[in-house]
């Protein structure tokens, strides 16, 4: 499906999106070839500066904020925030959360979060976050937590199974 043809910053980013890919699109105004495109980018190092150009110029803030979703947990902390700020403002909600859910594991695992805090924290988290944590965690006094608070029962049970 074709859209509107591209802003001149997309397509110059998405040129050099190809060249590093070594890849086409066959028609750039398509938001479906210009995802597969960034699909493809996704697992690239090398291809992640100009992605990052692609998704601050695309028009589509759908497109644009399916792309930060995937991509934030492939880059280190301290880039978040550049890629949720390349989207326009009013479709990074989503990321912006994200940002800080990815937090919150990343702290849980290095024992940044003391595991005696999830118990007052735990009803701000996200089905996301609690479904993550439980799968994720060894931690008896967070599973334990989740288990008594999860906000569904597939998290409770999950985190249950965690605990053995």
Excluded: C, N
């Amino acid at each position: 499906m074709a859209d509107a043809e591209p802003p001149a910053a997309l397509r110059a980013a998405l040129r050099r999106l190809e060249a590093d890919l070594g890849r086409s699109v066959s028609d750039v105004s398509d938001s479906h070839a210009r995802w597969e495109l960034y699909r493809a980018a996704l697992g690239s190092e090398t291809a992640r500066a100009a992605l990052l150009a692609a998704v601050t110029a695309e028009p589509d803030g759908a497109l644009a904020s399916g792309v930060v979703g995937e991509v934030l947990e492939g880059v280190p902390r301290t880039e978040r925030g550049a890629w949720v700020r390349a989207l326009a403002p009013e479709v990074r909600a989503f990321s912006e959360r994200r940002v800080r859910e990815l937090g919150v594991l990343e702290d849980l695992r290095s024992g940044a979060l003391a595991p005696d805090r999830v118990p007052e924290l735990i009803d701000g988290w996200s089905d996301w976050l609690q479904l993550r944590v439980a799968t994720e965690t060894r931690d008896d006094m967070v599973l334990r937590s989740l288990v008594a608070s999860g906000r569904t029962k597939r998290i409770r049970r999950t985190a249950g199974e965690s605990l053995g």
